[in-house]
């Protein structure tokens, strides 16, 4: 008789957190108390990545405060920007995002000090020049000027900015915003859960995010928005989108986007996304991804009972917005981050070494033969 063994954690609830929760009694993810859609039209990104970070919303002042701290340390090293135009240019995005997350931790004086004041120092840089870097890389590997970022635009102005040499119209860089908010946070999922691990050991938040990118980038997890749009493309147009998912699911494939450990009649965040995704759309006078997610998604439920979560919509959006696939994990990264910062300073806070058991089913004990003998 074997000890139970909770595979993947499953239903295990393993520590306390005060940073979000899928509240049943309104159906919806929520940050701080907050339902992640109310954020989304009320507020702008840096509110909401305030909010995470302290606990409450900013007023107009704190505001300004936090917008100021992160413009002040968007400037990326010489030493990272050289590295970054050294980075093979087939090297994936979200291996460049661990790698520049790495490399911060090695010039940043304070690397070595978890002490909460310390720690918010170390995640307003990182906060603020993941972008930077990212956008650096983007442009690089087309052969591209590296955009300097620009101090007057907010956070997802200058990401536009850096990556296209422009500014969409306004209601472009709301969907983009919007999707960062509903990106922002989401509890114990694997990448917040790896920073976590990797924080009981005491280790520094620059281990602890890059540990959590890796993570992320798996396509069970932030993956999925890449693979949303891998499938749409194979898709090609809505005229084949039934036939399709149809034998996609003869196959008993797993359809990206779809599912989610915790919802299972819904990821709340998705009507918001949905809707911004077709506000993009429509800018962009192209309606060919919406008739695809709309087929491809009715035939989900109507044959798994399975709904989409908010890698379905984000992955069209980001593509309509003009970004390469392979950057679509990297942004949901920039936005993560406050998650992420979020919760390894409560780690640090209440500190436990996350440490589980394994039921043993290897070999029972047995004598080394000396290696001639072998
Ligand atoms: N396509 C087809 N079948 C699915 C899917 C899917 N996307 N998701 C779940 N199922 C089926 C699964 O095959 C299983 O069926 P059965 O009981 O017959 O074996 C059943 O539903 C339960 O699924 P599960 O994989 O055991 O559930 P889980 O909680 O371990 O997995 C998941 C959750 C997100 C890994 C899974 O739904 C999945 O692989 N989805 C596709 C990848 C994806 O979109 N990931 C993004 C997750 S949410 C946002 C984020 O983190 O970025």
């Known amino acids: 008789m074997g000890e139970e063994i909770k595979k993947g954690l499953m239903g295990v609830t393993v520590d306390e ?10 159906n919806s993810l929520t940050y701080r108390g907050y339902a992640a859609q109310d954020l989304c039209a009320e507020c702008k990104f840096e509110e909401v990545a305030y909010l995470i970070l302290n606990g409450e919303l900013p007023n107009k002042k704190q505001l ?27 090297a994936h995005p ?17 690397t070595r000090d978890n002490s909460p004041e310390a720690n918010m120092r170390k995640v307003m840089r990182i906060f603020a020049k993941t972008p930077v870097a990212l956008a650096a890389f983007y442009r690089s590997r087309k052969g591209k000027k590296i955009i300097p970022p620009k ?31 509903l990106y922002a946070e989401h509890s114990f999922n694997v990448s917040t859960f790896t920073a976590r691990t990797i924080t009981s050991s005491l280790s520094d938040i620059h281990g602890a995010i890059t540990g959590a990118i890796a993570s992320l980038k798996g396509p069970l997890h932030g993956g999925a928005n890449e693979e949303v749009m891998h499938m749409m493309n194979k898709i090609k147009k809505p005229e084949n989108a039934l036939k399709w998912i149809n034998n996609a699911l003869d196959n008993k494939d797993v359809v990206m986007g779809f599912g989610h450990r915790v919802y299972k009649s819904g990821d709340s965040r998705v009507p918001t996304m949905r809707e911004y995704f077709g506000k993009v759309a429509k800018i962009k006078k192209d309606k060919k991804f919406e008739k695809i997610y709309d087929i491809v998604e009715k035939v989900m439920i109507e044959r798994k009972d399975i709904h989409p979560n908010v890698d379905y919509p984000t ?54 033969t000396s290696l001639s003998k072998r």
């Open 94 to 110: 979200m291996d460049v995002a661990r790698t520049v997350v790495s490399i911060m931790g090695l010039e940043d004086k304070e």
């Open 151 to 181: 101090s007057n635009l907010s956070f997802s102005e200058n990401f536009f900015h850096m990556c296209f040499g422009k500014v969409p119209n306004k209601d472009i860089v709301k969907a983009f915003d919007v999707s960062l908010i």
């Open 64 to 90: 300004k405060k936090f917008e100021k701290q992160e413009n002040k340390e968007r400037k990326i090293s010489k030493i990272l920007v050289d590295a970054i135009k050294k980075i093979p240019k087939k």
């Open 17 to 26: 957190t005060a940073v979000s929760k899928v509240m049943p009694e309104i």
């Open 315 to 368: 992955g069209p959006t980001y593509h309509l917005m003009g970004f390469d696939t392979d950057f679509f994990t990297p942004i949901f990264v920039i936005s993560r981050i406050t998650g992420w910062s979020a919760h390894i300073i409560e780690q640090h806070a209440a500190n436990k070494l996350i440490r589980p058991l394994a039921a043993y089913n290897g070999s029972k004990h047995r004598q080394v």
